[in-house]
């Protein structure tokens, strides 16, 4: 089973985000990807970190997955298949169909200390949004 940590991050609510994305594959192997998302509230982030997540396990057909994430607003919005703040349906709805495009998927709230790469990926990622403005 591949196992994906997700995190996102903003500076500011609303403000730059990131979204980090860390794989780790059955034989040992691991995977860091940072997305730059531009300007959204932090849970924005988070969700835009699990529809990364789950678009990249698609494209690398990572079927049998378990995500890690230490929001408790995207565990329990895809655990109940619903998003108190309405705010958040659409992008629910969009990991959701994601989701069921995979053979075995599962998610799991963790702590942040067990999601230190993920977070620093998301960290990164918020720099990543301000490079071509500075040019």
């Given at each position: 089973?591949?196992?994906?940590?997700?995190?996102?991050?903003?500076?500011?609510?609303?403000?730059?985000?990131?979204?980090?994305?860390?794989?780790?594959?059955?034989?040992?192997?691991?995977h860091s990807y940072r997305f730059?998302?531009?300007?959204?509230?932090?849970?924005?982030?988070?969700f835009r970190a699990l529809i990364h997540g789950l678009e990249l396990c698609i494209e690398n057909n990572w079927n049998i997955?378990?995500?890690?994430?230490?929001?408790?607003?995207?565990?329990?919005?895809?655990?109940?298949?619903?998003?108190?703040?309405?705010?958040?349906t659409k992008l629910l709805e969009e990991a959701l169909h994601l989701s069921e495009q995979l053979d075995l998927f599962f998610i799991k709230w963790i702590p942040s200390k067990q999601n230190k790469i993920a977070d620093e990926l998301a960290r990164q990622a918020i720099q990543l949004n301000k490079r071509p403005s500075d040019a």
């Open positions: 089973m591949i196992e994906v940590y997700i995190d996102g991050a903003s500076a500011g609510d609303p403000g730059l985000s990131g979204a980090g994305v860390y794989v780790k594959v059955g034989n040992g192997t691991t730059p998302i531009g300007t959204m509230s932090n849970h924005e982030a988070e997955v378990s995500f890690r994430t230490d929001s408790q607003a995207v565990e329990s919005a895809v655990d109940k298949r619903y998003a108190k703040d309405k705010r958040y």
